[in-house]
């Protein structure tokens, strides 16, 4: 495997991540520890209890949490933008508190806990999964913490406040696949692609790394990413002839704004493409159209997920996802239940990895997840 040519472009101004479960104590029972597994979740989707067994700071923005445990030994990841949820302790609390005995009810018990007992629940992908060791690495944006990027606004959601802080032997709860066969991974190309787009910014770069791996040689890829420092970039690896182009913007600027402009004024190679699109709703929105109405894409071959958006907390996000699912189940027709969303929605453009696994209107908020929905107020933090 070969490096990637990159070119850094910056922007004029720049100079430059249960209650069940628990016992009267707060520890986890003998059985979690041993390895237990927990019941499937719709048929390929599991609880895994683990620990932070290590930290490594890969920019001013972006931090990055290796988790283990024996339980993460059945954790089946697909590689690409395998997404999966997190849950979080709240302040006083040693283990995140999650109905994980409960199956396919566990996001109605979840949300019936109070805010104040319930797990923080966030949604990410997985950077890399080390299947040997039963390890798997998140990145996390620390957009609004004081040890994040100078540039950055906000404050901090509680994701990026946790990992800020988070420190060997920290417990967590995955909610992740047990089946490599999952619908929580988005980038699948058709069989007769001759290039891939690749569009994201900081809280999709995560993604588009893994996805850049697992292309094979024979694919060209063109990628560009977005971050909020020059120091945020990183060395991507790809066994593909792929050129990847790192955007610094200026902190005056709107996220994704100077990634857009980007694409808009490149040129494409020939063939037939397929796109990836992630980070924030808006630009995801902006470029979508782009591509299908200026630059002739099928939408078929169009991957998008808003990771985050801005002025948003991932609590709105989920607020508004529910409320338009009920609203759907409410007014739908048989036939209207088969058609795509035409362009991104608050429940389309900001849904998190779970949502992939959501059948109807009746179950779209039960999710394990497919591309995550982001989680701050104008911050990415939360959002991996």
Same mark, same amino acid.
């Given at each position: 495997?070969?490096? =990637? =040519?990159?070119?850094?472009?910056?922007?004029?101004?720049?100079?430059?991540?249960?209650?069940?479960? %628990?016992?009267?104590?707060?520890?986890?029972?003998?059985?979690?520890?041993? *390895?237990?597994?927990? +019941?499937?979740?719709?048929?390929?989707?599991?609880?895994?209890?683990? +620990?932070?067994? *290590?930290?490594?700071?890969? !920019?001013?923005?972006?931090?990055?949490?290796?988790?283990?445990?024996?339980? %993460?030994?059945?954790?089946?990841?697909?590689?690409?933008?395998?997404?999966?949820?997190?849950?979080?302790?709240?302040?006083?609390?040693?283990?995140?508190?999650?109905?994980?005995?409960?199956?396919?009810?566990?996001? *109605?018990?979840?949300?019936?806990?109070?805010?104040?007992?319930?797990?923080?629940?966030?949604?990410? #992908?997985?950077?890399?999964?080390?299947?040997?060791?039963?390890?798997?690495?998140?990145?996390?944006?620390?957009? $609004?913490?004081?040890?994040?990027?100078?540039?950055?606004?906000?404050?901090? $959601?509680?994701?990026?406040?946790?990992?800020?802080?988070?420190?060997?032997?920290?417990?967590?709860?995955?909610?992740?696949?047990?089946?490599?066969?999952?619908?929580?991974? $988005?980038?699948?190309?058709?069989?007769?692609? /001759?290039?891939?787009?690749?569009?994201?910014?900081?809280?999709?770069?995560?993604?588009?790394?893994?996805?850049?791996?697992?292309?094979?040689?024979?694919?060209?890829?063109?990628?560009?990413?977005?971050?909020?420092?020059?120091?945020?970039?990183?060395?991507?690896?790809?066994?593909?002839?792929?050129?990847?182009?790192? %955007?610094?913007?200026?902190?005056?600027? +709107? &996220?994704?704004?100077?990634?857009?402009?980007?694409?808009?004024?490149?040129?494409?190679?020939? !063939?037939?493409?397929?796109?990836? %699109?992630?980070?924030?709703?808006?630009?995801?929105?902006?470029?979508?159209?782009?591509?299908?109405?200026? +630059?002739?894409? /099928?939408?078929?071959?169009?991957?998008?997920? !808003?990771?985050?958006?801005?002025?948003?907390?991932?609590?709105?996000?989920? #607020?508004?996802?529910?409320?338009? @699912?009920?609203?759907?189940?409410?007014?739908?027709?048989?036939? /209207?239940?088969?058609?795509?969303?035409?362009? &991104?929605?608050?429940?389309?453009?900001?849904? *998190?990895?779970?949502?992939?696994?959501?059948?109807?209107?009746? #179950?779209?908020?039960?999710?394990? @997840?497919?591309?995550? &929905?982001?989680?701050?107020?104008?911050?990415?933090?939360? @959002?991996?």
């Amino acid at each position: 495997m070969t490096s =990637s =040519s990159v070119t850094a472009v910056l922007a004029a101004s720049a100079a430059a991540a249960a209650i069940s479960s %628990l016992d009267a104590d707060g520890a986890l029972p003998p059985a979690a520890t041993a *390895g237990t597994a927990s +019941r499937l979740v719709h048929g390929k989707f599991r609880f895994f209890h683990a +620990r932070v067994v *290590g930290t490594r700071r890969l !920019g001013p923005s972006i931090v990055r949490v290796t988790f283990g445990g024996e339980q %993460l030994r059945d954790f089946a990841g697909g590689g690409r933008d395998q997404s999966f949820s997190l849950f979080l302790p709240r302040a006083g609390q040693q283990v995140p508190v999650v109905p994980t005995d409960a199956g396919d009810d566990w996001f *109605g018990q979840w949300r019936a806990m109070g805010e104040d007992q319930r797990a923080v629940m966030r949604s990410y #992908t997985i950077r890399s999964h080390d299947r040997e060791h039963h390890e798997v690495d998140v990145d996390f944006v620390l957009h $609004g913490t004081a040890s994040g990027a100078s540039g950055s606004t906000g404050s901090a $959601g509680p994701a990026s406040r946790w990992a800020a802080e988070a420190v060997p032997g920290d417990r967590v709860v995955l909610l992740g696949p047990a089946d490599q066969d999952n619908r929580s991974i $988005g980038f699948q190309p058709p069989a007769d692609t /001759d290039w891939v787009l690749i569009a994201a910014d900081e809280t999709a770069l995560p993604a588009a790394a893994a996805i850049l791996e697992w292309l094979p040689e024979e694919m060209r890829a063109r990628a560009w990413i977005e971050v909020p420092d020059l120091r945020d970039t990183q060395e991507l690896l790809s066994a593909a002839e792929a050129d990847i182009t790192w %955007l610094v913007r200026d902190p005056a600027q +709107r &996220p994704g704004a100077l990634l857009a402009d980007e694409i808009r004024d490149a040129n494409f190679p020939d !063939g037939a493409p397929y796109a990836w %699109l992630a980070g924030e709703a808006a630009m995801i929105k902006t470029l979508r159209r782009h591509l299908v109405g200026e +630059r002739g894409f /099928d939408r078929r071959r169009v991957e998008f997920s !808003g990771y985050w958006r801005l002025g948003a907390t991932e609590e709105d996000l989920r #607020t508004e996802k529910i409320a338009a @699912a009920a609203a759907a189940a409410a007014t739908a027709g048989p036939a /209207d239940a088969a058609l795509p969303d035409a362009e &991104p929605t608050a429940a389309t453009a900001t849904a *998190g990895p779970a949502d992939a696994e959501l059948p109807d209107a009746a #179950t779209a908020t039960a999710e394990p @997840a497919r591309a995550k &929905p982001a989680t701050a107020d104008q911050q990415p933090g939360d @959002a991996q």
